[in-house]
């Protein structure tokens, strides 16, 4: 039996800590990976990254265990940022630091996996130095994966372009959500989940363009697919109505079964949390086969009255499928549905529109 804490927070040190003891791990003397997510140059109130107090009181609270070694490191979404640090500076992440923050993007090293999509992943070199990795993920909803809890969170493991490379092979969601899993998998050290729920996102168009909320919450496990699936129950769906939960539960990598897995807290389901319709689509595909779920699949749309022509989209698209004339433009033949457009936009004028929109897109070629 797997053990999740929920926790509604009145105390941030005070839930911080508890979240850290419910864990169950003897810090003491261990070198730890604390891998928030830091997406993209965000302030803690959108949402889109790992707000900063959790970041220092998980600092605080592993000094406190007797941590040897502590650092606070991710790698953001797009290509390569030479200067890390400054870049994510909006987030509040290097300040809450307190002098742990590391750039880590750079001399990645391969790891083995059995992946069918590649052979070995490209990843930060700090996975291999660490005893453990504390990973904080963001409570919110993704249009490719409907939510990016846990086992998403490890995507930034890798750095730079090679998470662009990612996205061009494999061919759907579902193949993406194997993808993820493979990368869990493939991590060398045992990974813990202190999750950040204080506001949340729900929406289409998380995980930078969603609906913030206001959860005031913290979850932890020590198993990343039992979080993952007290999660997705939050939400009200079945934990293996999210690709990444079932397939590594399929893998026996841990419960999506509500019946193996102890719930500790303040567990409640969210009124009204509204997930990507995207989720649509995957119950389409399972009902109705492909052909169906290709026909819905949506393309972004830009929004011109908000765009800024900044070239983010167009420079990071692992298609090559943006040109910029003068606003982004997207060809159609060539954009492989990654979404890496709408999630990198500082602007969130790129969006995600629903199936219907899908459909329109696929009968028209418009
Ligand atoms: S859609 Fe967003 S990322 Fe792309 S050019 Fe406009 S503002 Fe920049
Ligand atoms: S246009 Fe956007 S969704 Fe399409 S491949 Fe490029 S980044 Fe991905």
């Given at each position: 039996m797997e053990r999740v804490l929920v926790r509604k927070v009145s105390d941030l040190n005070a839930a911080v800590a508890e979240a850290l003891d419910f864990?169950?791990?003897?810090?003491?003397g261990k070198r730890v990976w604390v891998k928030p997510n830091l997406l993209s140059p965000h302030p803690p109130e959108h949402s889109v990254t790992t707000d900063p107090e959790i970041i220092r009181n998980v600092v605080r609270g592993l000094r406190a265990r007797g941590a040897k070694d502590i650092w606070v490191a991710d790698n953001p979404g797009g290509g390569l940022q030479r200067n890390v640090s400054s870049y994510i500076a909006p987030t509040g992440a290097v300040e809450a630091s307190e002098g742990c923050f590391r750039s880590i993007s750079e001399t990645p090293v391969t790891i083995p996996t059995k992946s069918r999509f590649v052979s070995e992943f490209r990843v930060s070199r700090i996975v291999t130095e660490v005893d453990i990795v504390l990973s904080l993920p963001v409570f919110k909803t993704h249009a490719l994966t409907l939510l990016t809890g846990a086992i998403k969170n490890l995507f930034g493991i890798i750095p730079g372009a090679q998470k662009s490379y990612l996205h061009t092979v494999v061919k759907s969601s579902d193949e993406f959500a194997e993808l993820l899993v493979d990368i869990y998998q493939a991590v060398p050290v045992p990974v813990l989940t202190v999750m950040d729920g204080l506001r949340g996102m729900d929406g289409?168009?998380?995980?930078?363009?969603g609906r913030v909320l206001g959860l005031g919450t913290i979850l932890a496990a020590r198993n990343p697919v039992a979080l993952d699936s007290v999660m997705a129950m939050m939400t009200g769906v079945r934990p293996t109505a999210i690709p990444t939960t079932r397939i590594a539960a399929e893998r026996g990598l841990g419960p999506a079964d509500p019946a193996e897995i102890d719930v500790t807290g303040d567990f409640a389901v969210i009124p009204g949390f509204k997930l990507p319709s995207t989720r649509v689509a995957a119950m389409a595909s399972g009902i109705a086969g492909s052909f169906v779920y290709r026909m819905i699949q949506r393309r972004p749309l830009c929004d011109k009255k908000i765009c800024t022509r900044c070239r983010r989209c167009a420079d990071n698209c692992p298609a090559t499928a943006i040109t910029m004339s003068p606003y982004p433009v997207i060809d159609r033949r060539k954009c492989i549905m990654c979404y890496c457009c709408a999630e990198l936009c500082p602007e969130k004028a790129m969006t995600v529109p629903g199936p219907m929109r899908g459909l329109i897109q696929n009968i028209t070629g418009r």
């Amino acid at each position: 039996m797997e053990r999740v804490l929920v926790r509604k927070v009145s105390d941030l040190n005070a839930a911080v800590a508890e979240a850290l003891d419910f864990l169950g791990y003897d810090f003491a003397g261990k070198r730890v990976w604390v891998k928030p997510n830091l997406l993209s140059p965000h302030p803690p109130e959108h949402s889109v990254t790992t707000d900063p107090e959790i970041i220092r009181n998980v600092v605080r609270g592993l000094r406190a265990r007797g941590a040897k070694d502590i650092w606070v490191a991710d790698n953001p979404g797009g290509g390569l940022q030479r200067n890390v640090s400054s870049y994510i500076a909006p987030t509040g992440a290097v300040e809450a630091s307190e002098g742990c923050f590391r750039s880590i993007s750079e001399t990645p090293v391969t790891i083995p996996t059995k992946s069918r999509f590649v052979s070995e992943f490209r990843v930060s070199r700090i996975v291999t130095e660490v005893d453990i990795v504390l990973s904080l993920p963001v409570f919110k909803t993704h249009a490719l994966t409907l939510l990016t809890g846990a086992i998403k969170n490890l995507f930034g493991i890798i750095p730079g372009a090679q998470k662009s490379y990612l996205h061009t092979v494999v061919k759907s969601s579902d193949e993406f959500a194997e993808l993820l899993v493979d990368i869990y998998q493939a991590v060398p050290v045992p990974v813990l989940t202190v999750m950040d729920g204080l506001r949340g996102m729900d929406g289409q168009n998380g995980p930078s363009g969603g609906r913030v909320l206001g959860l005031g919450t913290i979850l932890a496990a020590r198993n990343p697919v039992a979080l993952d699936s007290v999660m997705a129950m939050m939400t009200g769906v079945r934990p293996t109505a999210i690709p990444t939960t079932r397939i590594a539960a399929e893998r026996g990598l841990g419960p999506a079964d509500p019946a193996e897995i102890d719930v500790t807290g303040d567990f409640a389901v969210i009124p009204g949390f509204k997930l990507p319709s995207t989720r649509v689509a995957a119950m389409a595909s399972g009902i109705a086969g492909s052909f169906v779920y290709r026909m819905i699949q949506r393309r972004p749309l830009c929004d011109k009255k908000i765009c800024t022509r900044c070239r983010r989209c167009a420079d990071n698209c692992p298609a090559t499928a943006i040109t910029m004339s003068p606003y982004p433009v997207i060809d159609r033949r060539k954009c492989i549905m990654c979404y890496c457009c709408a999630e990198l936009c500082p602007e969130k004028a790129m969006t995600v529109p629903g199936p219907m929109r899908g459909l329109i897109q696929n009968i028209t070629g418009r």
